[in-house]
């Protein structure tokens, strides 16, 4: 038996979006064709990052840009971030407020790590991202969920979030679009969120990171709708709509009374400062490509439509399954399923008996419960064999 000691707090982590790989892999090793619908990766499907994207990291590479950077991220990163966020989502950022991360993942980590004490609350949908829940338990925060519902898209239940606002509330998160749901928002319901976050004086942490991604609807920033009382501590990045997961690049950005929020710069940027920098060629790269990309998003967005027309259809016609709204935004699906067993055990055995790998509902937050996640990421005739699969194991479950 080891004599080394484990950390409580690591033992409180638990990220069910990998949880099974280990078990996926060695069906693999068997020789079994496992479908992935767990992770929210489209490069691991007929994906790649738009072409300017990848000549513009070979030129920062073969330019020399091998050296650490500011913790803040590169001047020329956080100008072309500006940029985009006031052309994509006519958000005014002071590139001054923007700091660059490692993917939003360590967004999120420094948004705790510098503003969560001990029995601190932090407001987070249910179900939500199961990083805004990992985190609270990592920092010995308390995770308070708001409802969504699920009837009318799931949409956040704003009386239901000011009941659970208390004294010891730091702030709320929303996501839109939403992970795991696909839900994306309307302008009133984001407006009320932001007059009740005024009313408190809690900023709104907004995390966009699939905003291009939207289907048949529009998409607004938080920060777009804040007024001058509100604080917004906006989180994107390049994983998910420049298609370049691996890249590991990210922001934050801060918008509000200039006192509030220079107060939290400088607590963001000295955790930052714990981990010296992002990566600097691939900073140089995003720097130079964003002014030249974006064309990219109309061919994304309609494949993807497609594959989110065709689940919803099959999930629909599934006993068992049942899916009241179609996801609007991002890539996932959230069907409610009729289980006969807990849904992590219904994910586990899905993915022993049929092979294909979904996230069980629970993993992200009380209101998953007897939900499962895929992804609508495959092209149709994988997507087609995965379906296939999961109406052979619900009949062989009900029968
Ligand atoms: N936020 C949301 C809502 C996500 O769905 C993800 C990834 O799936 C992340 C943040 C993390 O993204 P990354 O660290 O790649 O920027």
Redesign the pocket.
């Known amino acids: 038996m080891s004599k080394i000691k484990i950390s409580e707090r690591i033992e409180r982590l638990d990220y069910p ?1 990998r949880k099974y790989n280990a078990l996926a892999r060695s069906l693999e090793e068997k020789g079994e064709k496992v479908i992935y619908l767990n992770i ?1 990766d489209p490069l691991k499907y007929d994906f790649q990052p738009p072409r300017e994207l990848i000549e513009e990291a070979c030129r920062a590479l073969q330019e020399g840009h091998h050296y650490y950077s500011s913790s803040e991220g590169l001047k020329e990163l956080r100008e072309a971030i500006a940029y985009k966020e006031k052309t994509w989502n006519k958000v005014d950022i002071d590139p001054k407020n923007i700091l660059v ?8 980590n420094t948004l705790y790590a510098a503003l969560v004490n001990e029995g601190d609350e932090v407001l987070i949908p249910d179900p939500s ?1 199961p ?1 805004y829940i990992n985190f609270a338990d990592f920092y010995d925060a308390r995770k308070v969920f708001y409802r969504t519902i699920e009837e009318e898209g799931w949409i956040p239940d704003i009386d239901d979030m000011r009941k659970k606002i208390t004294e010891k509330t730091r702030f709320i998160v929303v ?1 839109n679009p ?2 795991p749901t696909g839900a994306v928002y309307p302008k009133k319901v984001l407006q009320d969120i932001l007059d009740l976050a005024a009313e408190y004086k809690l900023p709104v942490v907004s ?1 966009e ?2 905003d291009a991604m939207v289907f048949n609807t529009e998409f607004h920033s938080v920060a777009s709708l804040a007024k001058s009382d509100n604080i917004v501590i906006g ?1 994107n ?4 709509t420049y298609l370049a ?1 691996g890249w ?3 922001y934050i950005y801060l918008k509000g009374p200039e006192e509030e929020i220079s107060n939290m710069r400088t607590a963001f940027l000295g955790f930052l400062m714990t981990r010296l920098s992002a990566v600097t060629p691939l900073q140089v790269a995003v720097a130079r490509a964003v002014y030249k990309t974006g064309s990219h998003l109309k061919e994304l967005v309609s494949k993807l439509d497609e594959r989110r027309r065709y689940s919803a259809k099959r999930l629909r016609e599934i006993p068992g399954f049942s899916l009241p709204v179609e996801p609007k935004g ?1 890539f996932y699906v959230f069907p409610r399923v009729d289980l006969k067993m807990n849904d992590e055990e219904f994910a586990r055995q899905l993915l022993l008996d049929e092979k294909v790998f979904v996230v069980y509902g629970s993993g992200f937050g009380p209101l998953g419960t007897n939900h499962v996640r895929l992804v609508f990421l495959p092209p149709v005739d994988v997507l087609e064999e995965a379906f296939t699969r999961i109406e052979r194991f619900m009949r062989k479950i009900s029968s």
């Open positions: 979006i929210g991360t490692n993917g939003v993942s360590e967004g999120i991202y990083l996501n939403h992970n995390d990171i699939y989180m990045g390049f994983s998910k997961t590991r690049l990210g991002a």
